[in-house]
């Protein structure tokens, strides 16, 4: 066997000392560089999936908030449909004048009923946002692992807010 290895060009001498040489390396690396390597990605993911679980809960958020707007709206259109069958029948007995004006402030208690649940959408709309701004950045923050600035916090804000227009 030895000459066959020989004729083959094989030092087993040398042969042996790399496969020892080879495994040393390999525990060395396994030790130093394998495992903090593998605690890092695990990390990462980990970071990733709680990105995601607070995406998932910001925009429940939402959809809770615009149905929260959406029923006072509703509320206020049927507040503001029987104010206005309110005045119309105390306009029809009291005259064609009085009707008029019954009329007109009718409508201008229901443009102000309108107003009044638009800015509280609005106001409602802006919290979320901010709220959802903030968490994106803090979670973009805790993936990326580095400290943003106020130009790339800005960027993201609008991004995510531009992304969840779209949706």
């Not at 449909?81 to 105390?90: F, I, P, Q, S, T």
């Not at 009085?98 to 959408?121: G, P, T």
């Not at 400290?147 to 991004?159: G, Q, V």
Request: hydrophobic content about 45%; glycine content about 4%; cysteine-free.
């Amino acid at each position: 066997m030895g000459k066959i290895l020989h004729d083959l060009g094989i030092d087993t001498v040398k042969l042996t000392a790399q496969i020892i040489i080879f495994f040393i390396v390999y525990l060395v690396l396994k030790r130093f560089a394998f495992g903090p390597v593998t605690e890092m990605l695990e990390e990462r993911r980990r970071r990733i999936a709680e990105g995601e679980e607070n995406l998932k809960q910001i925009k429940d958020n939402l959809s809770t908030s615009e149905a929260q707007a959406a029923a006072a709206m509703q509320k206020a259109n049927a507040d503001a449909d029987r104010m206005v069958k309110e005045a119309r029948d105390a306009a029809a007995a009291a005259g064609e004048s009085e009707r008029q004006k019954a009329v007109s402030e009718a409508a201008d208690i229901i443009k102000k009923a309108r107003e009044a649940s638009e800015l509280e959408r609005s106001r409602i709309m802006a919290e979320l946002k901010r709220d959802f701004g903030r968490l994106v950045v803090d979670a973009t923050a805790r993936v990326s692992g580095k400290d943003l600035d106020d130009n790339d916090r800005s960027r993201l804000n609008s991004e995510a807010l531009a992304q969840i227009a779209n949706n």
